[in-house]
Structures are given as structure tokens and as C-alpha cells.
């Protein structure tokens, strides 16, 4: 039930006293001061009608208002929850970001530690290693006194202290065939082994033919191309284990029924990760 104002309630009063003092006056045959009532309560009438349709007006523009606020709380609120929306986004990007930060600092850090680690082991082996390979070479530079000027060991090739190991276990087992992955001065060494155990061959394999090419040559210059043989052997295809790798093309071992002693010496690292696993 609508709740009338003071001010509608005296307007309704006042009515109500006209209509009732208007029906008196027409009872008591005054219909002028009837008609004038009348014309009063008719004006009170058209006041109270005017107010009421002002209120309206007043009451439509306040809805209308209101209608415009909560358009623009709404709006307001949806655009706060966009702004959360990519406020979320961009957290999660930033977060993947120091995801990946994280992980390629972790991969400097266990690099750096890997080198130090490394670097730590040379410097250690500087207090022996020296001393080990000077040790060797005296006891190897004898054994071919009336060789050629000989090739540098260390390094890319096998080092003094392993050479004088292969040339030992030559001379202890006297291998009919020995095998060698990669060739250079190592297959030297290998050669004049055999030559002074007086029995079997060396066959080297080598995947770039340029460097079979340069050992062929240092062979020959010591006069040993009839013990030892280098075969160019590109890397091919080859399944270890469910993997498929890169090993020497097997054609060129053929013939080969039994391997003595077989050296791994290549190739290299760089022609792939585990390069040497084919060889077991």
C-alpha cells in the first residue's frame, strides 16, 4: 500500500473538507457558495493531481538515476574483472618467464660448476701428468731410434703414457690383427709395435678421407705401409640398442674374421653425442 507524504495527506484532508462542506451548502439551497466550493475542490483536485504527477516525473528521473548508476556499477565491475582477468595473464606469463629464467640459470650454474670441476681436475693432473709423459716418451724414443722425425702425441692424439701402454700390450700378446677407430700418429706407434713383435697388421679406420690421406703419407715416409693399412670409412647409419647412431662404414672390415686388440681413438665428439658407443 503506497505511503502518502505529509503534504498529500493535508491535500486529501483538504478535499475532504470541500466535498463535505460543498454537499452541506447544496443541502441548505446556497448553490453559489456550492459552485464555489465545487470550484475550489476542483482546484485542490487539479493541485493534487499536479503534485502527484510531479512526484512521478521525480520519482521516474530518481529510477532512471538509479538505472544509470548500476549501468555504471556493472560497468565499473566488469571492467575490474577484465582488468583481473589479464592482471591473472600477465602474472602467468610473468611466471612462465622466471620458470624459464630459473631453468637457464640453473643450466649456467651447473655448466660453471662443471667447468670448475673440470679446470680443478687439469690443474691437478699439471702436479703428475707432465712428469708421467716425459717419463713415457724416454722409454718409447729408444725403441725407434732410426725412425723419421716423429710426430707430437697429447692432445687431439693419444697422449705418450697411452701409447707406451698399446706399445707394452703388443709386445705381451703379439695380436695377429689390430683394429683402430681413427687414424693419425697413434697409428704410427701402433705400427712400429707390430713391427717389432715381428707379427700382424694394423688396419685403421678413419672418417674423413683427408686425414686417412695424411696418415697414409706419415706411414710411408717411416717406410710402415705394409704393416699398417688405412681405410677411409664414412660414418653411416648403424641401430645400438634401439638407437639409431653413426658408426664406420662395416664394408670396409669385411674380411676381417677376428680383431686382437681393438683401439678406439674416434671419432670424434663432434660428429655426434656418444660417438664411440657403437664400438662396444
Known sequence: ????????????SLVAVLVVVAAATALTDRWGWSLAMLAVLLGAVLLLGMDIRHRQQVGARDLRRLHELLQALEQREESRTHGLTELRAAIGEGTDRLAGLADVLRAEVDTAEERHRETTHRLGRLDYEPVNEVQALLQLLPR??????????????????????????????????VVECGSGSSTLWL???????????????????????????LL?????????????????????????????R?????????????????PPKATGPMARYPAV
Open 1 to 12: 500500500m503506497p505511503v502518502l507524504t505529509p503534504r498529500l495527506r493535508g491535500l486529501a
Open 220 to 248: 710411408a715416409r717411416h717406410g710402415l705401409d705394409t704393416v699398417a693399412e688405412v681405410r677411409h670409412a664414412p660414418l653411416e647409419p648403424v641401430v645400438v640398442d634401439g638407437e639409431e647412431r653413426r658408426w664406420y
Open 191 to 217: 705400427a712400429y709395435a707390430i713391427r717389432e713383435a715381428g707379427v700382424g697388421r694394423v688396419l685403421a679406420l678413419d672418417h674423413s678421407r683427408r686425414y686417412a690421406e695424411e696418415t697414409r703419407a
Open 250 to 266: 662395416s664394408a670396409e672390415l669385411a674380411e676381417v674374421e677376428q680383431i686382437d686388440l681393438l683401439v678406439v681413438d674416434g
Open 144 to 177: 725407434v731410434a732410426d725412425a723419421p722425425a716423429l710426430p707430437g702425441v697429447g692432445g687431439w692424439a693419444l697422449s705418450a703414457v697411452t701409447l707406451l701402454q698399446l706399445w707394452d700390450l703388443v709386445q705381451l700378446h703379439r695380436p695377429t690383427t
